[in-house]
């Protein structure tokens, strides 16, 4: 998302689409947006547009304040990972400094999916039976 560009429509109606369908969704996005809701020390109009939209196509973020983005002194958390609640679970979000050979700090976390397990009974046959009681 080019940070001079509105929210790409493509944008909107996936989520949106995902929503009303019930389809899980995870987007990993330079979002260009600061906003103090995940890690930014300000907001500026972009973030309070994206929080907006977010909170409109049934999105959350999973970032936990950690900046994601660093260039000399400057620290941002411009990168989000947005995820609606049908998608699996997205745990232990974290950044690894000094790994990344760009400005944007890579992004680690885990996906948990969900295993439809499927109880079953044994089928076999069970017949009732008379069973002689022993005489002492």
Not at 12 to 39: M, P, Q, R, V, Y
Not at 81 to 103: C, G, K, Q, Y
Request: one cysteine or more.
């Amino acid at each position: 998302m080019d940070g001079n560009e509105p929210f790409p429509i493509k944008f909107i109606n996936l989520a949106e689409h995902c929503l009303k369908h019930k389809h899980g969704l995870i987007i990993g996005t330079d979002s260009n947006s600061h906003h103090t809701a995940w890690g930014n020390t300000n907001c500026n109009s972009r973030g309070h547009t994206l929080i907006q939209l977010l909170a409109q196509a049934g999105l959350l973020w999973s970032n936990n304040g950690k900046h994601t983005y660093k260039r000399h002194s400057q620290e941002t958390a411009i990168d989000l990972t947005l995820r609606n609640d049908f998608a699996p679970l997205i745990e232990f979000w974290d950044t690894v400094p000094n790994f990344s050979l760009s400005d944007h700090i890579l992004i680690e976390f885990v996906i948990t999916l969900k295993s439809n397990v499927i109880k079953s009974r044994p089928i076999r046959s069970i017949k009732k039976k008379k069973v002689p009681t022993a005489t002492l």
